[in-house]
């Protein structure tokens, strides 16, 4: 399995609601992400786990939660967003033998109304 | 700091001409280089990849090959199809977790 996964597929949430994104990987990688990505822009990197520990947090509002239960999934949780964090949000993993090589799962399309 | 500099899209082709889309890289060290590809409404796929000096990456007809005198890692195709239609990223990394990316290329190609 050289996939990554991510639901839902779309979201749209109001101001004050908590809602979600989970991502999974079983392709053993050690390391997983979470990229921002805006319209016709290259993603930008919010936070990465290494070993189910966060690592880098890339100075992310406290709106944005991540968690990693454990080695296989990634979750983001979200609460009190606003209009502009409306984006695709890209999960990734790496690991293994190609351990720079970063695989990109669907992404979810997040608006924020 | 390590970045990448892409040609400003879009590029229009037509079916069947040769592409070329440029990039540069400026880091501090010997990056491994990357193409990443985005079809619309989609994540990212990795096109190829290069991780040392003349290397070169190749997959789906597209090829890179990593320049370290000229500090590039142009990506070509010989004959491109309308399904290569896409935003294509070229992208270095130093260090395990950090994933520099370029602007992005948007290609379309017409019939």
């Known amino acids: 399995d050289t996939e990554v996964t991510q639901t839902p597929k779309h979201l749209v949430m109001g101001m004050t609601n908590k809602k979600s994104l989970k991502c999974e990987q079983h392709?053993?990688?050690?390391?997983m992400y979470w990229y921002k990505q805006k319209a016709k822009k290259p993603p930008e990197l919010m936070f990465v786990?290494?070993?189910?520990?966060?690592?880098i947090n890339e100075s992310v509002p406290s709106r944005f939660s991540p968690e990693c239960p454990n080695s296989s999934l990634l979750n983001l949780h979200l609460h009190a967003l606003q209009p502009e964090d409306s984006a695709l949000y890209l999960c990734?993993?790496?690991?293994?033998?190609?351990?720079?090589?970063?695989?990109f799962g669907p992404g979810t399309r997040l608006t924020v109304l | 700091g390590n970045s990448v500099t892409q040609m400003e899209g879009p590029v229009t082709l037509s079916e069947e001409a040769f592409l070329t889309i440029n990039c540069t890289y400026t880091?501090?060290?010997?990056?491994?280089l990357f193409w990443y590809v985005q079809y619309p409404g989609e994540g990212l796929q990795l096109l190829l990849k290069?991780?040392?000096?003349?290397d070169k990456g190749s997959n789906k007809g597209f090829e890179a090959t990593y320049r370290k005198e000229t500090t590039s890692f142009h990506l070509e195709k010989g004959s491109v199809q309308v399904s290569d239609s896409a935003v294509y990223f070229c992208?270095?990394?130093?260090?395990?977790?950090?994933?520099?990316f370029g602007k992005g290329t948007s290609l379309l190609v017409t019939p």
């Open positions: 990734a993993s790496s690991g293994g033998s190609s351990y720079n090589e970063q695989f």
């Open positions: 392709m053993g990688h050690r390391a």
């Open positions: 786990y290494s070993y189910e520990k966060l690592s």
């Open positions: 880091a501090t060290g010997y990056p491994s």
């Open positions: 290069a991780t040392k000096a003349d």
């Open positions: 992208a270095l990394t130093l260090l395990e977790y950090a994933l520099n």
